[in-house]
């Protein structure tokens, strides 16, 4: 193993540069080349590389976003797309290539390895914590933190003005971020993808605690609610069962994407780089490396992208009970 490359693909997300840093530190550690690849697959298509040294990495590790752009790349899901990208690489003698993205990423990475036979690891960076093979991905953490930070505002003017606010949080298949968020920023009610709690058991806690004398409310909502429901037809539906409820909602949107990364965030992306890399060395190709029981393991790409794991029950029963 000589040269290997890295990108960021899909949806950025806060503390992929800390994970950018640590492999090509870790390169240069274990005098290997690394050459960073710009906007993920599209600079593979396009052969957009720039070599990566020690310092080219310098006061990127506070920075939210990715130093390499990341994109969304049509080209890459045709075998000819493929094909140039293998070319381009081959050209610069890439033996190995690290992808930092989501389960996306991972499904072209694995394509990608099967057609052409380059070693690829995934490092897991999203921030909707949707991969299955680790507890958190890169930039869950920091994004729980804003939108705890957002929704503590919210509930400033909610409390003041005695309304009820619909928050909607990312998240269109996995309730990750509304629950932990939810539960974080105490959210009376929190409304996931996995489950569909219903509309009247909705009403019925806000008409309960309503009565039990709390005047505002805040009910976070992933965009992906299994109600099927968007927040605005929530407001609606609300307001037609308690008319005298003051309603209003607030969509977060991509201030969940931004912002320096959490200290969690940069750690857990630092491990990941330099196990990618190590993991490389032994020539250990295709998987993802992630973090487990406070541990860097390593999982098959291919259950990494198949294996689902489901809404934290006891999460929800807590939230339940803290909010009565
Ligand atoms: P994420 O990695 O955040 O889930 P996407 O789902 O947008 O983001 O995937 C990122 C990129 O990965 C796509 O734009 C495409 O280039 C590539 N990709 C995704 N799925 C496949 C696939 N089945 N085959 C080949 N490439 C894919």
């Known amino acids: ?102 389960d996306g990423s991972f499904k072209g990475a694995l394509r990608f390895n ?51 606010f619909f928050v909607e949080v990312m998240g269109r298949d996995a309730g990750y ?33 309503r009565n039990s004398g709390k005047m505002s409310s805040i009910v976070v909502v992933a965009e992906g609610d299994k109600t099927g429901k968007s927040v605005f037809e929530l407001k609606e539906y609300v307001e037609q069962n308690m008319p005298d409820y003051d309603v209003r909602v607030s969509v977060l949107g991509h201030i969940q994407r931004g912002g320096t990364p959490s200290c969690f965030d940069r750690v857990l992306a630092s491990r990941m780089g330099v196990r990618a890399v190590e993991s490389l060395l032994e020539s250990r190709g295709g998987y993802m490396v992630g973090i487990l029981d406070d541990s860097m393991e390593l999982t098959p790409l291919e259950k990494a992208i198949k294996g689902h794991s489901s809404i934290n029950e006891d999460l929800l029963r807590v939230s339940d009970i803290i909010t009565v």
């Open 177 to 209: 971020i509304a629950l932990n968020a939810g539960v974080g920023a105490g959210a009376e009610e929190i409304l996931v993808p996995e489950e569909n709690l219903g509309l009247d058991r909705l009403l019925e806690s806000l008409k309960r605690s």
């Open 1 to 102: 193993l000589k040269k290997i490359a890295v990108l960021t693909s899909g949806g950025d997300a806060p503390g992929m540069n800390a994970a950018i840093r640590a492999v090509v530190r870790t390169c240069v550690y274990h005098g290997i080349v690394c050459i960073g690849v710009r906007r993920g697959y599209k600079g593979m298509v396009d052969g957009d590389f720039v070599e990566m040294h020690a310092r080219s990495v310098n006061n990127i590790i506070n920075k939210g976003g990715t130093m390499l752009h990341s994109a969304r790349c049509k080209e890459f899901m045709t075998k000819e797309g493929r094909k140039q990208a293998f070319e381009n690489l081959s050209k610069e003698s890439v033996n190995a290539l690290i992808v930092i993205g989501g």
């Open 114 to 164: 099967a057609e052409f036979g380059i070693s690829v690891m995934g490092i897991p960076g999203t921030i909707d914590n949707d991969i299955y093979g680790t507890t958190h991905t890169i930039g869950y953490d920091t994004a729980l933190n804003t939108v705890v930070e957002a929704i503590d505002k919210i509930r400033d003017t909610a409390f003041s003005h005695d309304r009820l």
